[in-house]
């Protein structure tokens, strides 16, 4: 605006002493005119809409106000007011482009995809929990992570998690649930289900369980840390004065306390492998990593080493189970189609004859088979997954200035957000019935894109992981249903989701555990 550069130039001209304090009201309030609907340090976007914001601000106070637990809740409600695209702007944070259409999302991750980065903002807030990892980095840093953690995703590597692991593991989930079966023990299950794939990415990976199935009701310090400084971290992305907020609260405090906690737990690993070397010799993630040479041909320092383990870990745990759980709520909660899990269980028992899974089993799973062409896919995990997506919200920082495919201008240095969560209750994305739990919709149809469907990312930074944590799923659904039935202990409640990354459920999710054949509504009348 040349016009307040002017008269701001004029009121500094012509302060004095007597009239100095008026000057500085006369710019201040023509500072504050300037950046009346947007945040400071960011540039006015009067051809996007947003929600009421605040001089200065912006909207930091809007943002502030939303509980953690209705976040995403808040993005949907402005998605069907606004529409699935529209903007808010925080100071420092700068100005943020929601954008919920399929054919965007696929433009900055697929076609645009260098353009496009983590940015030093995200990376700032992440660091005590991702530091150099994979979720962080971009660029050279990425590709060569990224090359090394696929040497553990293959065909053949798969075929030994699920013999080997998955199985083994599971076993154990299932010892627990007969127990709580026969006692008529209430059961947490997504707690089960964190443990069960913690205790199976910690195997596949680093060598060895953290055992959190060998005493299920203990917790683990390490799981507790991570989750606690994971929800830190997520909590920073829409503060602005996340640094100040920690430094006057018991927040930064309890951030560091849990940071050394897990930094310590992984070097543990690493100087474990470093000193017995790779049991039964083979050659897991944490090997492939120790065995590794930089640019200039030096090993990776520890340090290095400990967060590509945090980053790994975060994808390999937490993702896979919420998402079961979640499934395990949209089958089983009031209103849930009976033919739907009776269709499901009568795979499970045509395909296994009373056996256990394996890779070769998976593949003629055709209730589950979806529409990936290298593997058979369960569509019913990867509802939850839409409907529920492990990582619901996302963000990229533009480079370049760019224009998206309904020519939508996107500026150097803003933000390209967008929300899977929402996507996937779009009934613009999704039809009508969006937010059916309809499994038939994805049985025998066309692939859905990746800018679709992109709770496993899309482009060149796809989930890495997709097939091992179907695979992984797969095993723990067969095997839970071939010797049970479960029943929520409230079915017409909605769990409520916690702060974090990812999509945790944040008071659990009780069930009563039965064998089959029993019917628990016969048990009540008796």
């Known amino acids: 605006m040349p016009i307040l550069s002017q008269l701001v130039q004029y009121a500094t001209q012509h302060a004095t002493r007597s009239n100095s304090l008026k000057s500085l009201l006369a710019l201040t309030l023509l500072i504050v005119f300037k950046y009346r609907s947007h945040a400071v340090g960011t540039r006015p976007r009067r051809d996007l809409k947003q929600p009421p914001a605040v001089p200065l ?6 943002m502030a106000s939303i509980p953690g637990t209705r976040l995403y809740d808040f993005f949907e409600k402005y998605n069907n007011e606004l529409g699935p695209i529209w903007s808010i702007s925080l100071p420092i944070i700068g100005r943020m482009i929601q954008c919920d259409l399929p054919e965007h999302v696929e433009h900055v991750l697929k076609t645009n995809f260098w353009n496009y980065e983590k940015g030093d903002g995200l990376k700032d807030a992440l660091g005590d929990l991702f530091g150099q990892g994979i979720f962080a980095s971009d660029g050279p840093e990425w590709r060569f992570q990224r090359k ?4 553990i995703f293959t065909v053949k590597a798969f075929k030994e998690y699920v013999s080997e692991v998955f199985i083994t593991e599971g076993q154990k ?17 997504h707690l089960l289900m964190l443990h069960f794939t913690l205790d199976s990415f910690g195997a596949v990976s680093f060598g060895e369980s953290f055992g959190c199935l060998d005493n299920i009701e203990h917790e683990v310090p390490f799981a507790v840390s991570f989750d606690d400084l994971t929800a830190t971290c997520s909590d920073r992305l829409v503060d602005p004065a996340w640094r100040i907020r920690e430094r006057l609260t018991s927040v930064g405090t309890k951030a560091q306390q849990d940071k050394n906690l897990i930094a310590e737990h992984s070097f543990n690993l690493i100087r474990k492998r470093r000193e017995q070397g790779p049991q039964g010799g083979k050659r897991d993630l944490l090997q492939w990593f120790l065995d590794a040479k930089d640019d200039e041909g030096n090993s990776l320092s520890d340090e290095v080493i400990k967060d590509f383990i945090l ?3 975060i994808a390999g745990r937490d993702t896979t189970a919420q998402a079961l759980s979640w499934m395990f709520y949209l089958l089983n909660r009031t209103g849930s189609d009976p033919h739907v899990r009776e269709n499901l269980v009568r795979e499970v028992d045509d395909v296994l004859h009373g056996e256990l899974p394996s890779y070769e089993s998976h593949k003629q799973q055709k209730y589950a088979e979806a529409w ?6 369960n569509p019913h995990f990867f509802l939850a997954l839409r409907l529920y997506p492990s990582v619901p919200r996302n963000l990229k920082k533009c480079i370049k200035d760019d224009i998206l495919p ?3 201008k996107i500026y150097a240095g803003e933000w390209f957000t967008w929300s899977s969560y929402v996507m996937g209750r779009s009934e613009l994305v ?8 309809k499994p038939s919709r994805w049985i025998d149809t066309e692939k859905p894109s990746q800018g679709k469907f992109n709770s496993f990312h899309a482009g060149p930074r796809v989930c890495l992981g997709q097939q091992f944590a179907t695979i992984e799923a797969l095993t723990m659904i067969s095997m839970i249903l071939s010797q049970f039935t479960v029943e929520l202990v409230n079915p017409d409640k909605v769990p409520p989701y916690g702060v974090s990354l990812t999509m945790p459920m944040l008071e659990g999710l009780p069930m009563r555990i039965f064998r089959r054949g029993y019917v628990p509504s016969l ?4």
């Not at 299932?174 to 079966?181: E, T, V």
């Not at 990936?372 to 896919?377: D, G, K």
């Not at 048990?523 to 008796?526: F, S």
Request: avoid cysteine.
């Open 57 to 62: 601000l912006g909207h930091m106070p809007l």
């Open 430 to 437: 999704w039809g009508k019935d969006a937010k059916e739990y």
């Open 372 to 377: 990936m062409q290298t593997l058979l896919i």
């Open 311 to 313: 980053n790994f870990t």
């Open 148 to 151: 090394l953690a696929s040497h």
């Open 173 to 189: 989930v299932i010892d627990y649930l007969s127990k709580a079966a026969d006692e008529g023990t209430v059961v947490d299950f």
């Open 523 to 526: 048990a009540k009348e008796i």
């Open 406 to 408: 309904d020519g939508t």
